[in-house]
């Protein structure tokens, strides 16, 4: 299966809508993911945004707008900066290997990737209407019929007001592709993706979080054993701490002696990545991976780490820490929940080195 515009070595879980990861040596060396290697995750199809669309904001507001898109560019300044954009299914496969997590993607490590997104704060467009007292969440609502219903969800007005959340219409420099949200989505820069709604038609400023099936019955963390449904376990926010192997690939075949190891550590809540490390004996000793250029609080940290591996089988671990001292766990089955989100254990490449 292929996509069209995509890479040719996306791996295609879904044609129609496009569900399509990255496999990780597209990922590896580029701080920035080209949109051709860009991971798509759509709930429904495309939606056809014709005319002369417009972005409401309404709700707990003193006076509710209806904007042009065309407009928004020269009525708002616009912000640039680079984010990581994670699916809250990142990793999924992982925890279904422990566990069946069935009618759901069993994404690998590749729902992820790195881009510079331009667009307006969505903290000025707030200002502009004005928020009133009692607001306590900032609901999204996409133009696709995903399901059932749009698309959306909501994040706490505290994050809205940061600066740092975009209604973004540019992608890498480009205009927004259609597949990633064109012409606008919200980007919410450290939460997972599911936030990030794409085909943006309306922000509600209201006091509840949203009551979109997408935000009250999936995308929450349940508790293993317990049925997903309306308002069980928690809505998923902020990223957790992560880092993923990129090369060498998890059951690959390398020469005996030194060895290049990389991959990307992220936290959320633009919290710094301050330390990663390697381990060849599966997590007894460790040594000190090389962090890689600083692109800012909501992009991932690159890193890569030398290795000596004597000939045999052996076991790659990485582990990494940000500025609030938080460990990764080691183990994902302490993680595994029912809908199988936030999979963020020390990744793991089981290798066999050749003499
Ligand atoms: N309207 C709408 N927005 C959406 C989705 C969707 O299906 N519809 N999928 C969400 C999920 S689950 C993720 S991980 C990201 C994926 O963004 P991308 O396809 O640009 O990589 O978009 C989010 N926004
Ligand atoms: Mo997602």
Redesign the pocket.
Known sequence: MAAPGKHPEMRVWQER?LNAETPPHLLAGADTTPIEC???????PLPEVGGSPSLVVDGLVGRPLELRLAELPARFDARTLTAT????GNRRSELAALRAIPGQIPWGAG?I?TAVWSGAPLAAVLREAGVRAGARHVAFL???E?SGC??GGSIPLAKALSGEVLLAWAMNGRELPR???GPL?ALVPGY???R????LARVTVQREESRNPFQRDD?RLVPAGREPGPGVGVALGELPLNAVILAPADGATVPAGPLAVEGWALSGGGRAIERVEVSVDGGRAWSQAELLEDRGPWAWRLWRARLALSPGPAEIAARAWDSSGTPQPPDPAPLWNPRGYANAAWPRARVVARA
């Not at 990030?196 to 085909?199: A, E, F, G, M, Q």
């Open positions: 809508p860009f991971f798509v995750r759509s709930h429904g954009l994670a699916c809250a729902a990737g996409g133009r696709d995903a749009a698309f597949e990633h949200g989505r997972v993706g599911a990030s709604v794409k085909w995308y």
